[in-house]
Structure formats: structure tokens, C-alpha cells
């Protein structure tokens, strides 16, 4: 089913009433119904959430998004009681072989070239070597082919010379804002499918309590930078705004297509995380990930 996303930006009380969320700020009160929502974005340091709504939210797995001043997200809150065997599923993940591993990052990795690589193409109406960058990726990416492809990806994405930096100038700020959102989706779609967003297949970091959907979220990446470029195409603002954010918050219900379906991204992210799991339990080999063009 495909949930809504909410986005919060003015000074706003959230409450619960039969299992309504309600929404009430200076200009109205909006309620919709709980089960129907995947996200909620708040933008706005003067907006109270009571308890009791936020562990509502939580418990029908909604993941509730916190923006900083900067109007990035800063924080998320996640059911971590989503599944039904989730300790088993813990210990299948835990315990997942170095080799194991290695083949699902493989696997990312190629298809994070090969989606930008068409992505690319689509852009620039040439062809490039991302498909041969792709075929030698190596078990683990020992030989770094993602740093490689990004490293060309960048300086031919955008018409101007362009840096891609966490913490740089505009469009950073717009890629920034769509990879968070990214972020939370694929986080989410994990902890749905009783995975332990902490423990990643690549990304280690002892500070990352996402490593798993920093992973994941990987291949998905190219359509942000496709929002963002068509953003920067069709808009001359370089700061964040409520437009622009609520264009790349579309890209949750952006079309993508499996072998013998399609689906939103919020839905196929689920479809991915649920691979993800069958891998660890050893019931399937391959991540399924989505084309992201048809």
C-alpha cells in the first residue's frame, strides 16, 4: 500500500484522535488517518508532537523525520519492533559471512554504476562506459570502481564545474535534502523487514546508526540527482523551499519496475529490504533491486 508523506513546516501542534493524526496550526487543522501515512517530515523547531502520537506513528511503522535549522533532516525514529521474528532475523544478519557480504555489495555496486550510467546518458544523449565500468566490479569492489564511475559521473552531471560535497554549495543543499529523505525511505523498508539498520554490508562506521540503509539506498541515488537536475532546470531558487522540497518528496512515489511489475519506490524499497532478508536466511542469493527507467 502506498502511505502518504507529511510534510510539517509551519508552527503546528500534532495530536492523536481515533487514530487520526491531527494537525493544528494558525491557518486550519488537517486530520488523516494514521494508517495511511509512511512519513512525517517536521520542519519547524516550534511544532509539539505529544508522546503518545509519535509512539502511534511508530507503531503502525511510520518513520518520523526532525530537520535542523538548515531544514535537512537531523533525526529519525523508527519501529524497532517491526517483525514478527526479528530476533532470528538479527541473528541471521549478525552472522552473515565476509563473503556473503562482499557478493551483496558486488552487487549494489553494480547497480549503482550501471543506474548512473544511464542516467547519464539520458542527460547527456551520449554514450559512456558505465556498463564496462559495472562488469569489473569486483566481490567487495576491491578495485574501487564506485569511486571510479563517481568520480566521472560528477564532472559530467552537471553543466558548470560542480563538487559534490555533504556540506557544499547549491545544488548540494537539494541533494543533501533528497538523499535524507532517501535515507529515511530505505531505513524504514529495513526495519519493516526485521533488519538491524546498524549492522551494514559495507559501511562500518561506529557512528553510523544507518550503515545498513547508507548501503541499500545506493542504486536508488541516481533518482535524486535526477529530480535535482530537472529542479535546477526549471527553478532559479538555490535555497530550500517548501516547492522544492515537497518535488523531491514526489520521488517516494516515483515509478520503478521489477521484472514483471512496477511499483512506487516507497513500495519497492520494501521489495528490495524484503531480498535483502531472504539473503541472509540464504533462501534467495541476489538482491532484487528495481530498474529505476523502463
Known amino acids: ?21 491531527v494537525i493544528k496550526n494558525d491557518y486550519r487543522e488537517s ?29 503502525n511503522n511510520c518513520a518520523v523525520v526532525i530537520c535542523s535549522k538548515s531544514h535537512l533532516p537531523n533525526g529519525l525514529f523508527l519501529n524497532l519492533n517491526s517483525h514478527h521474528i526479528q530476533q532470528a532475523l538479527f541473528k541471521h544478519q549478525i552472522n552473515a559471512s565476509t563473503p556473503l557480504k562482499k557478493q551483496l555489495w558486488q552487487q549494489t555496486v553494480i547497480e549503482k554504476i550501471t543506474n548512473q550510467g544511464l542516467l547519464l546518458e539520458k542527460i547527456t544523449r551520449n554514450k559512456n562506459k558505465f556498463d564496462y565500468l559495472a562488469s569489473k566490479v569486483l566481490s567487495g569492489d576491491t ?6 564511475a563517481a568520480n566521472f559521473y560528477w564532472k ?4 558548470e564545474d560542480f563538487k559534490r560535497e555533504r556540506f557544499g554549495q547549491y545544488p548540494n543543499n537539494f541533494l543533501n535534502y533528497g538523499y ?10 529495513l526495519s519493516g523487514s526485521g533488519l538491524l539498520n546498524t549492522l551494514g554490508i559495507h559501511h562500518k562506521s561506529k557512528y553510523n546508526a544507518f550503515a545498513l540503509a547508507d548501503d541499500i539506498m545506493e542504486p536508488f541515488r541516481p533518482l535524486v540527482d535526477e529530480a535535482v537536475y530537472t529542479l535546477m532546470e526549471h527553478y532559479d531558487a538555490q535555497e530550500l523551499n517548501t516547492e522544492i522540497k515537497s518535488v523531491l518528496l514526489q520521488i517516494l512515489t516515483r515509478t520503478v519496475y521489477f521484472k514483471d511489475e512496477k511499483s512506487p519506490l ?4 520494501q521489495k528490495t529490504a524484503s531480498s535483502l532478508q531472504q539473503c541472509f536466511t540464504g533462501e534467495i542469493k541476489k538482491i532484487k533491486y528495481p530498474k529505476l527507467w523502463n
Open 1 to 21: 500500500m502506498l502511505k502518504k508523506s507529511i510534510l510539517v513546516e509551519n508552527k503546528s501542534s500534532i495530536t492523536t484522535k481515533n487514530l487520526q493524526l
Open 31 to 59: 486530520t488523516i488517518p494514521i494508517e495511511d501515512i509512511g512519513f512525517v517530515i517536521i520542519d519547524n523547531p516550534e511544532v509539539y508532537i505529544s508522546i503518545t502520537t509519535l509512539n502511534l506513528l511508530i507503531e
Open 143 to 148: 578495485s574501487n570502481m564506485e569511486g571510479v
Open 156 to 159: 559530467s552531471f552537471f553543466k
Open 180 to 189: 535524507a529523505i532517501l535515507r529515511a525511505a530505505t531505513a524504514r523498508a
Open 266 to 269: 516507497m513500495v519497492a524499497l
